[in-house]
């Protein structure tokens, strides 16, 4: 069983940034797949980013490519989601999720945190 904890989420003005954490319990974090999702008002969940369980090799939506950089840290059982450029469409819930292969892409993603919330004022 894993249990993931999102934090850092908050209010930020347009063209600013904001580091997303997510920590995760467990012994055999180092062997997951990670991802981001995140979920705005009235819509559907979507993707955002995913990574290898090494960090080698990493995935984003093209909404946001050159903008949110996905990273880990094995020792610290910690991934993270570096967001800088924001704009009012980045604003919804951000959850990470995790999933046992350890490759990506993932379909069906094992665990989800409960969410942090990201407001990108105009």
């Known amino acids: 069983q894993v249990q993931l904890v999102e934090s850092g989420g908050g209010l930020v003005q347009a063209g600013g940034s904001l580091r997303l954490s997510c920590a995760a319990s467990?012994?055999?974090?180092?062997?997951?797949?990670m991802g981001w999702f995140r979920q705005a008002p009235g819509k559907e969940r979507e993707f955002v980013a995913a990574?290898?369980?090494?960090?080698?090799?990493?995935h984003y939506a093209d909404s946001v490519k050159g903008r949110f950089t996905m990273s880990r840290d094995n020792a610290k059982n910690t991934v993270y989601l570096q967001m800088n450029s924001l704009k009012p469409e980045d604003t919804a819930v951000y959850y990470c999720?995790?999933?046992?292969?350890?490759?990506?892409?993932?379909?069906?993603?094992?665990?989800w945190g409960q969410g942090t919330q990201v407001t990108v004022s105009s």
């Open positions: 990574t290898t369980y090494t960090g080698g090799n990493t």
């Open positions: 467990g012994r055999t974090f180092g062997s997951y797949a």
């Open positions: 999720a995790a999933d046992y292969r350890g490759v990506v892409p993932v379909r069906n993603w094992n665990y």
